[in-house]
Structures are given as structure tokens and as C-alpha cells.
């Protein structure tokens, strides 16, 4: 046993008889001098109740039955409505009071020893009996921390949900460009991202990212990657410039190796043509009258990795009415019951099928395709979408 824990878990006597208390520290008085055991007298049920109080710390309680004010049994009875798991009551009775220990034990005693007392083994209850608080105990703290940890999760589940945008329309009064996304995160907090602001009055930013790893490191990461390209893109630099200073910033303050898929790209709302990186990160589709295209990649790698890396942008252009279609890995990686992904054939297959919808429908018919195809599997990534329309809706 620990005795340092054993401690700080004192040990109440409750017994009318005047010699046992100086005959309990005579008995044990190299455990009370090494502070190993710490003991508490009482003389009856009522007295003993109000130690409790006095004593919050007591963990075990030998107890006589029989006693004058309150006896043993009906002590056991109020110790039960406590309902304190980390409290062990030892009862101590004649040998030939079997039928009181009985009841004793089914009322919830952990134990019982007889008397006379044999003192050693009194000492080998009492030490088993402190075995079983103290694993009580850790086992209660163990809990608690894990409900203080689950608490944490759902704050920083709630911050992390509360930095991206949500509100859609973003910009209700803009008709010639409409945005809708959406981020379900496979933890209690993702690395996923997305987000989009405006420049000026003709230019927008959208961004969305991929964090290596899972859970509160990568959600930490997420946040940081994308507040700083949110700050550098509203400056207005070209996105490979924008790409270049991010990435060495997020390189000198990477920890455990990790990095970052991320297309950036930024939209002039009167032309409609579209500057872009794509740093490492899945291609978007472009949803025209006449079907589906990619977006060419860009030959960029993922953030966070390699310094002075110098990011290229190309250029494609919408047309009125067309649809950028952004999403993360979570989509094509989403595995069904034969261990089957959705793919990329698949995504491509219900674009197609649904060039003519809006950009909410495509987004939510996605998030319900890969839910349906993926059911009963347990979601193993965070997914995330993110479509743009440019022109007047129709």
C-alpha cells in the first residue's frame, strides 16, 4: 500500500467500551507514530455521525453493534444514505453474534471482524479495507478528471465552432456571389477548416485547410493557421505571396511535425476569374452547365513543413452561375462496412448528377451521400465543404 495516501485517510472507532481506545494505540502505536494509520474514537452511532462531519476525511469505520443512543446496525442503515462509496464499514461483534453480522453485511458492511480481537488480524482488515478506498478513490478522481477533460472538450468544441462563419448568407446584400459551407468534426474538436472574407469591395478570400492529426493539438493548429491567413489575405497580396508568409510563420511555430493542406484562392466578383494555391490540399470542382471540371493543381506542398518554400498561383475563371466546389479528405475517405471509400468517383458521380442544384443542396446532399453510404461506421475524419456561386442566382 502507499502509506503516504493511506494517511490522509484517518480510521473512526466507534465502541462503548472506555479501554479500548487506549488499547487500539498501544496496539498500533508504530503505525500512528510512522502516520500510517490516523485514528478517530467514537462511542456510539449519534457521536459518530457528527465525527463524520468534523472529519471528512475518515475512509474507515469499525464498528461495535451493540450500543447505547444508536447501535451499529442502525448506524450502518444512515451510512448507506450517504451514499459515500469511499467509506468502508467494519463491524466488530461477539463470535457467536452471527445472526447480527449477517444482517450487518447485508446492509452494507465490507467486512467484520470478531471478538475478541485478534490484532493482527484487525491489521490485515484494516489494510485490506484501505486498499479498496484507495482504489475507490482513484478510480472517483479518475472520473472526475475525465468529466473536467469531456467539459474542456465541449468549451473548446464551442470556441472552435463559434471562428468559423456560420451565417448564411454571409453577405445578404451581395447578389452576384453566394457562399455555404459547412464542418462536422469526427471528435469533440476538429482540424478541419474553412473560411472567407472580402478584400474590397471586388474581391474575395476563401480559404479551406486540413490539419494533420486529430483532436486538441490539431484543432490548436487549425486555429492558428487559419487566423493567419484570414490576416494576411485581408491585406490583399497575391495568394502566393500570402501562401509564402504563412508557411514560414507556421514552420517556426510548428510543434510534433505538423502541417496543413490548404487552397487559397481569391475571387474577383465582377470578373470572375479565380487566383489560387493549392498547397498539398484536394482539388476543387467547378459545377458548370456543361458538367464538372477540376482546378488544376498548383504544384504547391502542404504548410508547416519546409521554410522558403516559394508557393505558385495560377488562375481559372466561373462563369455566371457556376459553382466552386471545395471539401477535405473526409469526404473521399469515408469508409462503409466493407471497408469501401466514397472516393472520388463517387463525389464526381453525384456533382454530375447535380450541376443544376443550389449551392446548399449540393453541399447538404454530399454531407447526406457520405452519411448514407458510411452508416453504422463510426466517422473517422472531420468533413468539410465549402461551395461558392458566382453571378446573379437565376
Excluded: W
Excluded at 446584400?173 to 469591395?201: H, P, Q, W
Excluded at 487566383?275 to 459545377?287: D, F, M, Q, S, T
Amino acid at each position: 500500500m502507499n502509506e503516504r495516501l493511506l494517511s490522509s485517510v484517518k480510521i473512526m472507532v466507534v465502541d462503548d467500551e472506555v479501554d479500548l481506545e487506549p488499547l487500539v494505540r498501544q496496539k498500533f502505536r508504530r503505525q500512528i507514530r510512522e502516520g500510517i494509520y490516523d485514528f478517530i474514537f467514537a462511542h456510539n452511532g449519534l457521536e459518530a455521525l457528527a465525527k463524520l462531519i468534523e472529519y471528512p476525511t475518515i475512509g474507515v469505520i469499525l464498528s461495535d453493534i451493540n450500543m447505547p443512543e444508536m447501535d451499529g446496525l442502525t448506524l450502518l442503515t444512515k451510512l448507506k444514505e450517504l451514499k459515500d462509496p469511499g467509506l468502508k464499514t467494519v463491524i466488530v461483534s461477539a463470535y457467536g453474534d452471527m445472526e447480527n453480522i449477517r444482517t450487518a453485511m447485508n446492509r452494507g458492511a465490507f467486512d467484520f471482524v470478531t471478538k475478541p480481537v485478534n490484532f493482527e488480524d484487525l491489521e490485515i482488515t484494516i489494510n485490506k479495507t484501505l486498499d479498496e478506498i484507495m482504489q475507490i478513490r482513484r478510480s472517483l478522481e479518475e472520473h472526475d478528471q475525465l468529466i473536467s477533460i469531456q467539459q474542456d472538450l465541449n468549451t473548446a468544441r464551442e470556441i472552435q465552432q463559434a471562428i468559423l462563419p456560420k451565417k448564411f448568407p454571409p453577405f445578404p446584400n451581395r447578389t452576384d456571389f453566394d457562399i455555404f459551407a459547412s464542418m462536422v468534426a469526427a471528435k469533440e474538436v476538429g482540424g478541419d477548416f474553412y473560411d472567407f472574407f472580402l478584400i474590397d469591395s471586388d474581391r474575395l478570400g476563401f480559404v479551406i485547410g486540413d490539419v494533420s492529426g486529430k483532436g486538441v493539438p490539431a484543432a490548436i493548429f487549425m486555429a492558428v493557421s487559419r487566423t493567419l491567413i484570414r490576416a494576411t489575405g485581408l491585406k490583399g497580396i497575391p495568394t502566393e505571396e500570402c501562401m509564402n508568409y504563412v508557411n514560414n510563420l507556421l514552420c517556426n511555430e510548428s510543434v510534433s511535425c505538423m502541417f496543413v493542406t490548404v487552397f487559397y484562392g481569391i475571387l474577383n466578383t465582377v470578373t470572375g476569374e479565380v487566383e489560387y494555391v493549392n498547397a498539398g490540399h484536394n482539388p476543387p470542382y467547378i459545377l458548370g452547365a456543361d458538367g464538372i471540371r477540376k482546378v488544376e493543381m498548383t504544384g504547391g506542398p502542404i504548410l508547416g513543413c519546409l521554410e522558403e518554400i516559394c508557393y505558385l498561383s495560377k488562375k481559372t475563371r466561373l462563369f455566371p452561375g457556376e459553382r466552386l466546389f471545395l471539401f477535405t479528405d473526409g469526404i473521399t475517405e469515408a469508409f462503409n462496412k466493407e471497408d469501401q471509400p466514397f472516393g472520388e468517383d463517387r463525389l464526381e458521380k453525384f456533382l454530375t448528377n447535380n450541376t443544376a442544384k443550389s449551392i446548399e443542396e449540393v453541399v447538404k446532399g454530399i454531407s447526406g451521400a457520405v452519411n448514407e453510404f458510411s452508416v453504422g461506421i463510426p466517422q473517422s475524419d472531420d468533413i468539410t465543404l465549402l461551395a461558392i456561386r458566382f453571378g446573379n442566382h437565376v
